[in-house]
């Protein structure tokens, strides 16, 4: 599970992946978002508004499930 969070004004988009390495994803994100062609059209609005430099991506916990991430994710955002 991994989040990229928005530098300027707190908000984030939270992910999971079954990618061994976060860099990979990583990277996968940006090239969509880069390219205008991210499939979450928030996110791809705020950073083509803010910047790729207003991003951080964290990497939170790999071994959570797709269900303990829907469960979490109000702790998750609050907590990062």
């Known amino acids: 599970t991994y989040m990229f969070i928005n530098k300027v004004?707190?908000?984030k988009y939270i992910g999971m992946t079954g990618i061994k390495y976060p860099s990979t994803?990583?990277?996968q994100h940006l090239h969509?978002?880069?390219n205008g062609t991210h499939d979450n059209r928030h996110f791809q609005s705020a950073f083509n508004k803010y910047g790729e430099d207003s991003f951080e991506f964290v990497v939170i916990d790999w071994d959570l499930t797709e269900e303990q991430v829907k469960e979490r994710?109000?702790?998750l955002i609050r907590l990062h």
């Open 25 to 27: 994803r990583k990277g």
């Open 73 to 75: 994710e109000p702790e």
């Open 9 to 11: 004004n707190g908000k």
């Open 32 to 34: 969509n978002l880069r």
